[in-house]
């Protein structure tokens, strides 16, 4: 089953990248077709240009805007299959680097070829920066995705993020919290009640004691004294 999983990851790997070249091999016809023609309208009105923005300030003064946007959206297309196709033949390692690199080079032999034998062309550094960042805005929106997604149908290494996950085991389950009860609040003061039953029996048994004794006081008669009256 294993042996099976790494034929097909290595199949799956291999059909890409040469799907991956035939389609870069047909666009750099394409390009050469588009920048390599010679123009014999143009000759004796295209100058070269050494100075990065001068052609730039030239679409946005000079040129129309849809004009502008055609010059500056074709030469950003023009860089754009790089930043898709290339991400999916170089190593991983610093991929944005490379494909920013090999961008540059090509482009820049292309303009020097315009400049050098192209009959009505000419150098122009600023198509060189406008094709380098159409590379780098489609490795940004979709060579980058596809060439993770590709790493992980075939890569059969799990990532640094999974391993770091495996050796560090699972995550230990965290109580759940306590309900608080909120707290009854005090009242602010007790309102006067009846007398305390304690205080009232207290009281009582006082007043019991007390009773007694003074009916006793007034029951007991009075002692007669030895003294008689005179005899008739």
């Not at 315009?114 to 000419?122: F, L, Y």
């Not at 929106?141 to 596809?146: A, E, S, V």
């Not at 919290?177 to 707290?183: A, I, L, N």
Request: net charge positive; aromatic share 4%.
């Amino acid at each position: 089953m294993v042996v099976r999983r790494s034929w097909g990851r290595a199949l799956l790997l291999g059909l890409t990248m040469v799907v991956a070249f035939l389609l870069l091999v047909a666009f750099s016809a394409v390009l050469a077709k588009l920048t390599l023609t010679p123009s014999p309208a143009s000759d004796g009105l295209a100058g070269s240009n050494l100075h990065p923005g001068h052609s730039l300030r030239q679409y946005a003064e000079e040129y129309t805007f849809l004009a502008a946007c055609k010059q500056v959206g074709g030469n950003l297309l023009l860089g754009a299959p790089f930043g898709v196709l290339l991400p999916l033949l170089v190593p991983r390692r610093m991929r944005l680097v490379r494909v920013f690199v090999v961008t540059l080079l090509v482009m820049s032999l292309v303009e020097l070829a315009q400049g050098a034998v192209i009959e009505g062309r000419a150098f122009d550094v600023d198509d060189v920066i406008l094709n380098t960042a159409g590379a780098l805005l489609g490795y940004a929106f979709l060579g980058r995705r596809l060439s993770r997604s590709l790493r992980r149908r075939t890569d059969p290494r799990p990532s640094r993020v999974r391993r770091i996950r495996k050796q560090a085991g699972p995550r230990p389950e965290t109580a759940p919290r306590p309900e608080t009860v909120p707290e009854p609040q005090a009242s602010a003061k007790p309102a006067a009640g009846p007398a305390v039953p304690g205080r009232l029996a207290r009281l009582r048994a006082s007043t019991a004691r007390v009773l007694p004794t003074r009916r006793g006081a007034e029951a007991e008669p009075k002692p007669k004294t030895g003294l008689s009256g005179p005899a008739a």
